[in-house]
């Protein structure tokens, strides 16, 4: 075990863990934060998106011990109330079916409005290529994108 002090949503959090343990465990067994879900745990569906200094990452396939001293968003953080663009254009185009996929897409399409604030059908195919959708929520996930690039 060890103990690290890591920025997380804008605040420091003590936690006492093994240094190999993955980030996403980290987030939802020590810190309750249970937004970012586990899917695949071999960095292939994209279900536990997280960012690390504004980059989107794979939170399951990243050791606590890489991430310490970076600073750490969830989708619990990634606005005040819920109330990011993006968030909007979800509710605006009922984008979830069960949901379970939902947290990973918002963050990486969050990454990708940060970077480029209108992007084109493939630029958000290139963004969002890594996220999967077992109920297939695709035609919404892109309207949605657009809609809270436009807004
Ligand atoms: S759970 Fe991390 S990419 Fe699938
Ligand atoms: S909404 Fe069900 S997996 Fe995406």
């Known amino acids: 075990m060890a103990k690290y002090t890591i920025t997380i949503n804008g605040q420091s959090k003590d936690v006492d863990v093994d240094p190999d343990t993955p980030i996403l465990?980290?987030?939802?067994?020590?810190?309750?934060?249970?937004?970012t879900k586990y899917g695949c745990g071999i960095a292939q569906c994209g279900a536990c998106t997280i960012h690390i200094?504004?980059?989107?990452?794979?939170?399951?396939?990243?050791?606590v011990s890489r991430v310490a001293d970076k600073k750490i968003t969830t989708i619990e953080g990634l606005s005040a109330e819920a109330n990011h663009p993006l968030q909007e254009a979800w509710r605006k185009h009922d984008v979830p079916q069960c949901g379970y996929c939902q947290a990973g897409q918002i963050m990486s399409a969050a990454a990708l409005l940060k970077?480029?604030?209108n992007p084109s059908d493939a630029d958000i195919d290139d963004a969002m290529r890594g996220n999967l959708c077992r109920c297939a929520s695709y035609t919404k996930i892109k309207a949605a994108i657009k809609s809270a690039a436009n807004s």
């Open 25 to 35: 465990w980290v987030l939802r067994d020590e810190l309750n934060l249970v937004g």
């Open 53 to 63: 200094d504004g980059n989107p990452a794979r939170s399951c396939s990243l050791p």
């Open 115 to 117: 970077e480029n604030k």
